[in-house]
């Protein structure tokens, strides 16, 4: 209210012209030109203390763009993004992490440009999500494992020996299965998958996103490793979920025949369906979802 009353001064004390305009209006005009002017400022007012009331400004995580690990078995500067949760920098407690994996023919830059960190922060702030370290590698189109397609680029061997240790030493993680989770989009659903499901003692929690499920030749197969573990070694597999877009023509229909595999398995998992295609909206779209089911498993 002192606000818009001093504003109201301001507004017609402010020029010489205006001043004088008051002085020489009939005092009768005047007063009901006073009221009528007051009359909307106290009805802007409440509508502006509601605005002020349903303002909060959210914490926001740091984004480190363009971090690098130098790595002995790829002989190449290996680049990578991170994001931080809000208070990493006061607190002094270790957080769960989640390695979010992007798609073919991208980089680790893509989640952060397409705008990950708002919906981290949202989530985190309503404590919807956990907070959490977030690590985005530079998959190099490898499908994060060995030798792909005929190549010799040994990518599952940097990421679980060189990668994933010294990201887990140079921050404040939680480096138990139960403090780290995987997930990726495309070329990251595969190698998400991949990881999780080879080895089920590092994850707590794989999504999927329109993962490119059914790699044949050029990748290891996800069926053959399923088939070569025991009804024992199936049950240990983390949590799992898939979702695609149902008008997703590259690999919905693999994602429709890793459904039913698992189900003749019986490995418990997730299968969402919803239209949409292999797009970024489709994906930002599926980011909740990650961030939720990763905090329920994160201890």
Request: with cysteine.
């Amino acid at each position: 209210m002192i606000y818009f009353l001093s504003l109201f001064v301001r507004i017609y004390y402010s020029s010489r012209e205006q001043f004088i305009y008051l002085q020489t209006m009939p005092k009768r005009h005047s007063f009901i030109f006073i009221l009528i002017f007051l009359s909307v400022l106290l009805s802007c007012n409440k509508e502006t203390e509601g605005i002020i009331a349903d303002t909060v400004i959210i914490p926001r995580g740091t984004v480190v763009q363009s971090e690098i690990i130098p790595s002995e078995i790829l002989q190449l500067d290996m680049h990578y993004s991170i994001y931080l949760p809000p208070d990493y920098d006061v607190s002094s407690k270790d957080y769960p992490v989640l390695y979010l994996l992007h798609g073919m023919w991208g980089n680790y830059l893509d989640w952060v440009t397409n705008g990950m960190s708002s919906v981290v922060n949202s989530l985190i702030y309503t404590e919807e999500a956990k907070e959490m370290i977030i690590v985005m590698p530079d998959g190099i189109d490898s499908f994060y494992c060995n030798n792909f397609n005929g190549g010799s680029l040994l990518y599952e061997d940097f990421m679980i020996q060189e990668f994933i240790p010294q990201i887990e030493n140079k921050y404040r993680i939680n480096s138990t299965q139960k403090g780290r989770a995987i997930a990726g989009l495309s070329m990251g659903g595969y190698g998400a998958t991949f990881h999780a499901f080879k080895r089920p003692d590092m994850f707590c929690y794989c999504y999927s996103m329109s993962g490119a499920l059914g790699m044949g030749a050029s990748a290891p197969d996800l069926t053959e490793i399923i088939n070569a573990k025991t009804t024992e070694e199936l049950a240990e597999i983390p949590a799992y979920t898939m979702e695609c877009g149902t008008e997703d023509y590259l690999v919905y229909s693999s994602n429709e025949s890793f459904d039913l595999l698992l189900t003749e398995k019986g490995i418990v998992h997730n299968y969402i369906e919803r239209t949409g295609v292999h797009d970024w909206t489709f994906w930002m779209g599926c980011l909740p979802k990650v961030l939720k089911a990763v905090s329920e498993e994160f201890e």
